[in-house]
């Protein structure tokens, strides 16, 4: 029972030297973006946020002035 314990250690270790040797190898293949490409993206990812927030700031409005109408004339 001890060995068996011994050995589930061993692969373990193996497995994760094997996993982050794995890590290391695909790390070295990646196509980093460069500076200007990462500033380009932001930007535009940023640009895209204030659209969508002001798109869904219109949407919310005008479903509010729809139901405060709608329940105003139901009131009446």
């Known amino acids: 029972m001890a060995a068996e ?20 190898s695909e790390m ?8 200007k490409q990462v500033e380009s993206t932001t930007f535009i990812v940023i640009l895209s946020v204030f659209a969508f927030a002001a798109y869904f700031k219109i949407v919310d409005w005008v479903i509010q002035e729809t139901v405060v109408r709608a329940q105003a004339a ?3």
């Open 28 to 35: 070295r293949r990646v196509t980093w973006p460069s500076r």
């Open 74 to 76: 139901l009131l009446k």
């Open 5 to 24: 314990v011994e050995n589930k250690k061993q692969n373990w270790l193996d497995n994760t030297r094997a996993y982050l040797g794995d890590i290391r």
